[in-house]
Each structure stands twice: as structure tokens, then as C-alpha cells.
């Protein structure tokens, strides 16, 4: 079925180091949606990818959708303590556009 | 001030007991979703409606039911069913029917087995 796979699935940094997290899928995505959800919190709507080879930036965040729209990357420069969290990536397919399909999330620790 | 409103925030069940939690939106949104989450675990999909008084079974739909009487409301009963049904239960809503559209989530209800 369809899947959507996300390393790693923790990763501890230093302040001020960079993260980054990857989205891959065995077939074509229609889009791609990251989210971050806080310790104890919901899911919060970060940013949504529909072009081929799409990049976009939020600050210290840079999202990158692949030239074939089978992989996705979030890249957080220099790290913040208020980064900590888990990001999500969740994706939908051309045919099955009623549900999106989640990544298992990749869990951030900063230390200060 | 617009967003979903899920309660309660922590919910106990005693074996053999159907409870149901609430989740109300004043986003004007037509589709809402229901997900649960484990520790340490993605979201998964339980049920979802695209519009009133139509809904679809998600991929852990057994044990669970819903109802969508109202544009608003989109309740989720956890029937004694569910075996197992300790989690956090996210609802979400998004503007159109189609994924292309983002989701906004809920605070949540914890539920637990007592």
C-alpha cells in the first residue's frame, strides 16, 4: 500500500546545529504537508509542497520537495530550544486524494 | 476566534462501557477526520466525512463509530469493541473536501481504561 517513510525517527542536537528530517514514498505524491507538534500538544499545519522540485523557507526552516515528488526534506538551520518537537510530513496521492497518508514523525531534542 | 473544540481533555472507561468524545468546529469546514496516536507513534486514521451525513472508514475503524448530524459536529463513539482503546484522539477539519487543503487540529482527548 501506500507509505510514507521518515528518518530518523529521533535525533538529539546541540543548540545551534542544524536538523534535518527526510520523507521518502515508494510512488509519486500529488503534495506533501509538514507538521510540528509540541510535547503534550496537537499537530500544527507548518507548510504544503506541490510543485516538482518546490522549495520554500520559514525562517530558519527550509522545506524541499524532490524532482520526482517521491521525497521530501525539512531542514531547520541552528537549532532553538523552542524547536523541540515532532515533525511530521504527510502526504497524498493522485486517485486517493480523500486521506493523507502520515510519515511516523521524527521526534527533536535541542539541548541548551 | 475560530477553531476546534475537543472534550473532555482526559477521559476514563470502565471495561464494557461505550464512551464518546466530542469535537466541534466553527471553521465553517467541510471535512473532519478523526485520528489516533499512540506514544512515540504517528497519527493514524480512524474515520472521516467529507460532508454531513456522510462519513468513511478510516484504517482503524473497528471498534469505533461516528455520526455527522451537523456541519459542526463530528462526535466519535470508542464502543467496548476496542480492546484497546488507551490513546490520544486528535480531530482535525480541513476547508475543502479535497487533501490539497491543510488540517487544523484539536487539543485532543486522552483516553483512558480504568
Known amino acids: 500500500g501506500q507509505q510514507v517513510m521518515q528518518i530518523p525517527q529521533y535525533q538529539h542536537v546541540q543548540e545551534g546545529e542544524d536538523f534535518t528530517t527526510y520523507c521518502n514514498s515508494s510512488t509519486t505524491l500529488s503534495n506533501i504537508q509538514w507538521y510540528k507538534q509540541r510535547p503534550g500538544g496537537h499537530p500544527v499545519f507548518l507548510i504544503q509542497?506541490?510543485?516538482s522540485g518546490e522549495v520554500k523557507k520559514q525562517k530558519r526552516l527550509t522545506f524541499q520537495f524532490g524532482e520526482a515528488k517521491k521525497n521530501s526534506s525539512l531542514h531547520i538551520t541552528a537549532t532553538q530550544t523552542t524547536d523541540v518537537g515532532t515533525y511530521f510530513c504527510?502526504?497524498?496521492?493522485?486517485?486517493?486524494?480523500?486521506?493523507?497518508?502520515w510519515g511516523l514523525g521524527t521526534s527533536l531534542a535541542v539541548n541548551p | 476566534d475560530g477553531g476546534i473544540t475537543q472534550s473532555p481533555k482526559y477521559l476514563f472507561r470502565k471495561e464494557g462501557q461505550n464512551v464518546t468524545l466530542s469535537c466541534e468546529q466553527n471553521?465553517?469546514?467541510?471535512?473532519m477526520y478523526w485520528y489516533r496516536q499512540d506514544p512515540g507513534q504517528g497519527l493514524r486514521l480512524i474515520y472521516y466525512s467529507q460532508i454531513v451525513n456522510d462519513f468513511q472508514k478510516g484504517d482503524i475503524a473497528e471498534g469505533y463509530s461516528v455520526s455527522r448530524e451537523k456541519k459542526e459536529s463530528f462526535p466519535l463513539t470508542v464502543t467496548s469493541a476496542q480492546k484497546n482503546p488507551t490513546a490520544f484522539y486528535l480531530c482535525a477539519s480541513s476547508i475543502k473536501k479535497d487533501n490539497n487543503q491543510p488540517q487544523h487540529f484539536g487539543d485532543g482527548t486522552r483516553l483512558s481504561i480504568l
Open positions: 504527510a502526504g497524498s496521492y493522485a486517485g486517493n486524494n480523500r486521506k493523507l497518508i
Open positions: 509542497l506541490v510543485k
Open positions: 471553521l465553517n469546514h467541510d471535512a
